[in-house]
């Protein structure tokens, strides 16, 4: 059976900041809207669930990130998990410049936990 990622969801506090962070970054802006409804309630799980989304498209047209501000009911800000803990912890992008990408970040005020990494000789 072939099977394709089509996207990765993601809870925001701040939709359109988080959308002029990516955007910042490189990604294109696909569509923008406001859902609720029967259909939300089965694709996220929470009944009653209204909230402004985006998709979002990476630059080579592979990747898409859905982001969410929750409308109803309201968001729930918890610690980011820890390592070791079970759930989501990154989004992994490739790109030409770190150097660029960290200092658009930085506008952000988005830093790396502990700097950056090399593994092997990447």
């Not at 809870?11 to 002029?20: H, Q, S």
């Not at 979002?56 to 592979?62: E, K, M, S």
């Amino acid at each position: 059976m072939p099977i394709k990622l089509e996207n990765v969801a993601i809870a925001v506090r701040d939709l359109d900041a988080t959308i002029a962070f990516f955007t910042d970054l490189g990604l294109t802006v696909l569509g923008r809207d406001t859902v609720s409804g029967e259909w939300t309630d089965t694709a996220v799980g929470l009944d009653g669930n209204h909230a402004k989304i985006a998709m979002l498209q990476t630059p080579d047209g592979h990747g898409r990130l859905e982001l969410f501000g929750y409308i109803h009911p309201d968001a729930i800000e918890t610690e980011p998990t820890r390592p070791n803990e079970i759930g989501m912890h990154r989004v992994a992008f490739s790109v030409d410049d770190l150097d660029e990408a960290l200092e658009i970040a930085a506008r952000h005020d988005c830093y790396p936990l502990r700097g950056v990494a090399t593994y092997e000789d990447v």
